[in-house]
Each structure stands twice: as C-alpha cells, then as structure tokens.
C-alpha cells in the first residue's frame, strides 16, 4: 500500500528584519501538525521559508549600505537569522525556500508568462494611494482617517503601468468554494472575505510594478517586476519541482496539493482568494485547507516589524529553553484566536505545568521506585480501589488527543494530557506510598 502523505506549510516570512514570536508562534504549530502526521505513519513534507524581494527590503538594503541581496543574506542565513532561529526552536522542516532562489526566479517566470498567454495576466495603469513599508496599494475608501490601514502611517499617491490578473473571473468560483466547502478554517473567517472582499466586487489585482528593481523581472517585459502574491504564493509549488528542475517532478505530483497552510490572519485574503484563483486559472488543484491562525497581542496591540513592538524568540528560547517556549505558545493560546502575550504567562506556564505539575510526577515517581524498590518494580503488584479512574483516564487520552490534534486544537490536546498528570499526581496523593511503604504486607500495593 502506498503510505499516506501529508504535505504542510508556513507562510514565507518576509525578512525585513529579525522574526519575532508570532513568526516562531506558527512556525511551532506548524511543526508540532508535522511531527503529530509523522508518528501516525504519514509520509510528511512541511515546507516553510522566506519572500525576500520588494520595495521595502530594496530601502531598507539601502539605508544599511549594502545589496538587496546581501540584505535579506544576513537576515535569512546570518548568526541568529532566521535559519538559526529554527535550529534553536528545533523546527523540523523538510524544504526550506528563499524566493531570491533560482530554480523559484525562473519557475515564476514560466507561471506568469503562462497566465499571461491564457488572457489572465493583462496590462494596464495602476493608480492608488500606496504604503511604502506595508508595500499595499489601498482605495480611499479603505483608508482610516487617510492612512494605510494595517500599519496606520501616511500613504502617498501613486501611479504607474501595470501588468493585472483577472481576479474578478474567478469571483463566483472563489465564492462558491469559501461558501460550500470547508477549504478556509476556521469557519470564522469565510464571512468576512466573502463580506468584506467578494461581494463588495473583486477587483483585477496589481501584478507587477516597474517603481522599483528588487523583484523578479518579468521575462517579456524586463522593465516590470512579479510584485509580491505571484511570486510568493506559488513557493507552495515551485519548492515541489513544479516549473523547474531543482526538485524531482515527482514531489510536485506526491505532495500536491497542500493538506494545509497554516497562516497568520492578516494573509488570510490572499490565501483564500487571490490563491485558489491564481490555481484556478493555472487549472491545478487546490490546497485542501488554508488555516488562519490569531495574532499575539503584545498589551492588546498588533506585533509588527515595522512598528518595533516585537518579541525576540532566540532570547526567549536561549534564557527558558526551546521546549518550554513551544510548550507555552502551543498551551496558552487557542490556535484560531488572539493570544495576549507576556513574560509573566510564560513564566507561570512554566513554573506550573512543566516544574509543579509534570517535574513533580516524574521526580516522585522515580525516586520513590528508586528508594523502595531499587528503581526496579517487583511483578507481584495489587489492585485497589483508586486505579479504575487513572486507568479509565490513561486509556481514553490517546483518542481525545488525536481528536484535538485534527481540529488543529493544539491547547486542547495538551490540556488533556496535563489532565491525565494533574490525575496521576492527585493519584499518588490519594494511595499515601510513603505509609505502604512502613510494612511488608502492604508492599504489593505500594509496588502497584
């Protein structure tokens, strides 16, 4: 029999600068869904990377002196960049790819010329008011009090020649596919894309750009650049060997398509909109799921890049460890909704569950085997009446846990495994081993 396969990804984080928590929040989930699918016999591929071109890493390159290039270089590869954070965190991702790679350049080409052959890429005049840092054109009606809505800072006029895809073809489809399947998790969210941005009317998509250099050239047209979702959604792809020859085709036709994309909400409109229409007009298959997680609240407030209100996981990691802090970011938070974050959480999370409750299960348990049974536990063992429950307890965990672990519910199934601790150590309270231990009749039932 063929074994079963399981293809997963992050988004690819822009390497604007350091990644923060959030980044390694999803990064963390991402790998315990690929570490879960592995131990249950699947044949897994889990993918993640970097989006390294476009305008604001162009200024940003600039202002440090240096190519855009060596740039996203030192942030991606450099001494506690993005792959050293991974390594620390203990990610075990299968694929990592950069967009600045050349097998992904030259398959983007090939995509868009595609498309562009098919009548679904066409060339126009873009005009709109434009966020250098957040790289968005916005409506006016989509401004807050005049400024860019994600980041809230000033927005300038803008316009230049443009090449388009014809997004609004594929509205009706897009629609259907958000209304009547369960393609976009959590439910939640189906209402406020096909609300907010199908029903309003789609409106054709900015494609390329010809303001600025750093971004793949468009192979026909060498003065425009790909601008951002063509090139970064189909890393999906192309990290499989589609379009290019770095990988076999054969990973293509395996893992393709994704069972999921676990993504931050604010991507959550290009996923589920601007993707599955671009795959459309590509005629290949869809992802099964696109995931979109919450955000962490730093005091109620976005974290963003750009607005420096940021937490440092390598700090994080190097002073509590990697595994507590995947533990908490997997404990603390319901994988869907906002999470406020604080080192006072993490720290109690921590001193409660992984020292009180888990630390001190193991260190009674094994020094009393130790202390009265030499570490080795006699076969004469006797029942009594408090074991039913634990038992009952333990033998229904792996169940509710994988139930969890397929919803995605990641809180949930460590809530039932610290259940089953929290059980065990009320157990040990309850049967009193340290009075068993006074006589020899009582042995057995110590030893049990």
Not at 23 to 52: I, P, S, W
Not at 226 to 255: C, Q, R
Not at 367 to 374: E, H, P
């Given at each position: 029999?063929?074994?079963?396969?399981?293809?997963?990804?992050?988004?690819?984080?822009?390497?604007?600068?350091?990644?923060?928590?959030?980044?390694?929040?999803?990064?963390?989930?991402?790998?315990?869904?690929?570490?879960?699918?592995?131990?249950?016999?699947?044949?897994?591929?889990?993918?993640?990377?970097?989006?390294?071109?476009?305008?604001?890493?162009?200024?940003?390159?600039?202002?440090?002196?240096?190519?855009?290039q060596q740039f996203v270089d030192n942030i991606v590869e450099g001494p506690k960049g993005v792959k050293d954070l991974w390594k620390l965190m203990n990610i075990s991702y299968d694929r990592f790819i950069r967009t600045t790679d050349d097998y992904h350049v030259a398959a983007i080409q090939k995509i868009f010329k595609k498309m562009y052959e098919k009548g679904?890429?066409?060339?126009?005049?873009?005009?709109?008011?434009?966020?250098?840092?957040?790289?968005?054109?916005?409506?006016?009606?989509?401004?807050?009090?005049?400024?860019?809505?994600?980041?809230?800072?000033?927005?300038?006029?803008?316009?230049?020649?443009?090449?388009?895809?014809?997004?609004?073809?594929?509205?009706?489809?897009?629609?259907?596919?958000?209304?009547?399947?369960?393609?976009?998790?959590?439910?939640?969210?189906?209402?406020?894309?096909?609300?907010?941005?199908?029903?309003?009317?789609?409106?054709?998509?900015?494609?390329?750009?010809?303001?600025?250099?750093?971004?793949?050239?468009?192979?026909?047209?060498?003065?425009?650049?790909?601008?951002?979702?063509?090139?970064?959604?189909?890393?999906?792809?192309?990290?499989?060997?589609?379009?290019?020859?770095?990988?076999?085709?054969?990973?293509?036709?395996?893992?393709?398509?994704?069972?999921?994309?676990?993504?931050?909400?604010?991507?959550?409109?290009?996923?589920?909109?601007?993707?599955?229409?671009?795959?459309?007009?590509?005629d290949m298959p869809l992802p099964k799921h696109v995931y979109g997680h919450g955000w962490l609240l730093l005091d109620g407030g976005k974290m963003s890049k750009s607005k420096g209100n940021v937490v440092d996981p390598y700090l994080l990691a190097e002073r509590y460890s990697a595994d507590a802090l995947r533990y908490f970011l997997l404990r603390d938070f319901?994988?869907?909704?906002?999470?406020?974050?604080?080192?006072?959480?993490?720290?109690?999370?921590?001193?409660?569950?992984?020292?009180?409750?888990?630390?001190?299960?193991?260190?009674?348990?094994?020094?009393?085997?130790?202390?009265?049974?030499?570490?080795?536990?006699?076969?004469?063992?006797?029942?009594?009446?408090?074991?039913?429950?634990?038992?009952?307890?333990?033998?229904?965990?792996?169940?509710?846990?994988?139930?969890?672990?397929?919803?995605?519910?990641?809180?949930?199934?460590?809530?039932?495994?610290?259940?089953?601790?929290?059980?065990?150590?009320?157990?040990?309270?309850?049967?009193?081993?340290?009075?068993?231990?006074?006589?020899?009749?009582?042995?057995?039932?110590?030893?049990?």
């Open positions: 029999m063929d074994q079963k396969k399981f293809y997963i990804t992050t988004p690819i984080y822009y390497p604007s600068d350091k990644l923060h928590i959030g980044h390694t929040y999803c990064t963390v989930a991402t790998d315990a869904m690929a570490r879960y699918k592995r131990l249950q016999g699947y044949n897994v591929k889990f993918l993640t990377g970097t989006d390294e071109h476009g305008q604001k890493i162009e200024l940003k390159a600039k202002e440090a002196g240096v190519t855009p679904d890429i066409y060339k126009g005049t873009y005009k709109g008011k434009y966020c250098t840092p957040c790289e968005s054109f916005w409506t006016e009606s989509q401004l807050v009090n005049g400024c860019c809505p994600d980041c809230g800072r000033p927005v300038v006029d803008a316009e230049e020649e443009a090449y388009f895809f014809r997004l609004s073809k594929y509205a009706d489809r897009v629609r259907d596919l958000l209304v009547n399947t369960d393609f976009l998790l959590p439910r939640s969210r189906v209402n406020e894309m096909v609300h907010n941005f199908i029903d309003p009317g789609l409106e054709d998509l900015c494609v390329s750009r010809t303001s600025f250099k750093w971004g793949i050239p468009v192979d026909f047209d060498p003065k425009h650049v790909v601008y951002v979702w063509i090139d970064a959604l189909f890393n999906y792809t192309t990290a499989l060997g589609f379009m290019n020859d770095k990988y076999p085709d054969s990973d293509y036709e395996t893992f393709w398509p994704a069972d999921v994309h676990f993504i931050g909400k604010e991507i959550v409109r290009f996923h589920s909109i601007i993707w599955p229409a671009m795959l459309m007009s590509m319901p994988f869907g909704s906002d999470g406020n974050f604080s080192n006072e959480l993490l720290i109690n999370r921590i001193n409660m569950d992984l020292a009180n409750d888990l630390g001190n299960l193991l260190s009674r348990t094994t020094a009393m085997a130790d202390k009265y049974f030499g570490g080795c536990l006699p076969i004469e063992q006797d029942e009594g009446p408090e074991d039913a429950a634990l038992l009952e307890k333990v033998s229904g965990l792996r169940a509710r846990y994988e139930a969890d672990m397929e919803a995605y519910a990641f809180q949930n199934a460590l809530a039932d495994v610290f259940e089953v601790i929290d059980n065990a150590n009320k157990y040990i309270d309850a049967t009193a081993p340290w009075v068993l231990a006074k006589s020899e009749d009582t042995k057995p039932r110590l030893a049990r």
